[in-house]
């Protein structure tokens, strides 16, 4: 696998990711297959995400995840069950949000600070739209290493590493069907169990248990 970085975009990139390659380093197979799928899933405007979360570490705890998308940027994520903390909803934009939890509805523009405080971790919800693709976030630095197929084996963004252990077909692309987020909080796993409503896709249902 070859190192690849992801910066903040200049005035002359496309914000995104960039694979640096050089002159006297040419482009692998890998790199070419990560370019096109990347341009793919940042076609991915809207999906509907049905999983299985898990924690290690002191918390121990297993919940269910459900990630509603929309092409208007407007997003649903529900966590029941896990780290106890019932059930928990997050829903709004990227600039502001309501937070459900057993704490009451609290309206925030910084959703993973009140987790932070309330709770003492917190999920990685700005970048999680991105990184449950198996995609960086945009215009934030980041280091990916590629599998042989152009895919993200691992990435290390904003604090977090994820881990990804398998994808899924899910219509013209794949998409994670396995992966693991790491701070120093927290270790979440995260299967995924149902992909729909993606852009001229049909529904990718997969079955799989958290080891």
């Known amino acids: 696998m070859r190192l690849a970085w992801c910066g903040v975009a200049a005035a002359s990139l496309l914000a995104g990711c960039a694979l640096f390659t050089g002159p006297d380093m040419p482009q692998q197979p890998s790199e070419a297959r990560w370019q096109e799928r990347k341009l793919a899933l940042e076609r991915i405007d809207r999906f509907n995400l049905q999983a299985r979360v898990a924690s290690s570490g002191s918390l121990g705890m297993k919940g269910d995840l459900r990630w509603q998308q929309n092409p208007d940027d407007s997003f649903d994520l529900r966590v029941a069950g896990p780290f106890g903390v019932g059930a928990l909803s997050i829903a709004g934009s990227p600039t502001m949000v309501e937070v459900r939890s057993r704490e009451g509805i609290q309206v925030t ?6 987790l932070k405080r309330k709770l003492g971790w ?4 700005a970048g999680l739209r991105y990184w449950a693709l198996g995609l960086p976030a945009p215009a934030l630095p980041a280091r990916i290493e590629l599998d042989g197929e152009g895919e993200i084996a691992v990435l290390e963004q904003d604090g977090w590493r994820l881990e990804y252990d398998e994808y899924q077909p899910a219509g013209p692309v794949t998409l994670p069907r396995r992966f693991q987020l790491a701070s120093p909080e927290v270790t ?9 409503g993606l852009p001229g896709a049909e529904a990718a249902p997969a079955a799989a248990a958290i080891q």
């Open 109 to 114: 523009a910084d959703p993973e600070a009140w």
């Open 188 to 196: 979440i796993k995260l299967v995924a169990d149902r992909w729909d």
């Open 122 to 125: 917190t999920l990685p919800i």
